[in-house]
T-cell receptor
Framework: GAVVSQHPSWVICKSGTSVKIECRSLDFQATTMFWYRQFPKQSLMLMATSNEGSKATYEQGVEKDKFLINHASLTLSTLTVTSAHPEDSSFYIC?????????????FGDGTRLSIL | SQQGEEDPQALSIQEGENATMNCSYKTSINNLQWYRQNSGRGLVHLILIRSNEREKHSGRLRVTLDTSKKSSSLLITASRAADTASYFCATVITGANNLFFGTGTRLTVIP
């Protein structure tokens, strides 16, 4: 079945560092990718939706200059947390979907745990 | 917020028992999906039920949908210790493509 690969799975870095997270669809073309954020023992909150070749659509309250999303190809989307601070520490999860396959669900990556010191 | 509500928040049962989780949502939906998440991992899709369907089965899973009450339930029969995880319902609202997740139920199955 379809697989979404997310990398890295775990990042620890100093405050002020920018961190890039990659999300790849391995065996299908992901016309749309979604980025979620999850705090401990809480649900997933949608941050933004990215469509290949166009600007991402951010949810209310999500700073687009803070969380840069690039979806340059049909198999790769990246999320860059710029100048990360401790409050950005969270679990970030991407998902991908081929909208041409209307009956297919979203496929999720295994997530990236980001810890900012 | 369009996030759904799930109850119970946490559920602890003995192996072999059935587990029932409930989900309520707020708006008109295209479909409702259930996902499973092991601790610190991504989500695994379990089952999708469309707005014109009332019940769906997949192995030990049974999902119901009542659009008049804007609610759904997930039943796991003959639970196993390996079923221990968090379970989330997620809705695709009419006219949108993204998922809105419920608050989740943490299921613990005691061997």
């Amino acid at each position: 079945g379809a697989v979404v690969s997310q990398h890295p799975s775990w990042v620890i870095c100093k405050s002020g560092t920018s961190v890039k997270i990659e999300c790849r669809s391995l065996d299908f073309q992901a016309t749309t990718m979604f980025w979620y954020r999850q705090f401990p023992k809480q649900s997933l909150m949608l941050m933004a939706t990215s469509n290949e070749g166009s600007k991402a659509t951010y949810e209310q309250g999500v700073e687009k200059d803070k969380f840069l999303i690039n979806h340059a190809s049909l198999t790769l989307s990246t999320l860059t947390v710029t100048s990360a601070h401790p409050e950005d520490s969270s679990f970030y999860i991407c998902s991908a979907r081929d909208l041409s396959l209307a009956k297919q669900p979203q496929h999720f990556g295994d997530g990236t745990r980001l810890s900012i010191l | 917020s369009q996030q759904g509500e799930e109850d119970p928040q946490a559920l602890s049962i003995q192996e072999g028992e059935n587990a029932t989780m409930n989900c309520s949502y707020k708006t008109s939906i295209n479909n409702l999906q259930w996902y499973r998440q092991n601790s610190g991992r991504g989500l695994v899709h379990l089952i999708l039920i469309r707005s014109n369907e009332r019940e769906k089965h997949s192995g030990r899973l049974r999902v119901t949908l009542d659009t008049s009450k804007k609610s759904s339930s997930l039943l796991i029969t003959a639970s196993r210790a390996a079923d221990t995880a968090s379970y989330f319902c997620a809705t695709v609202i009419t006219g949108a493509n993204n998922l809105f997740f419920g608050t989740g139920t943490r299921l613990t199955v005691i061997p």
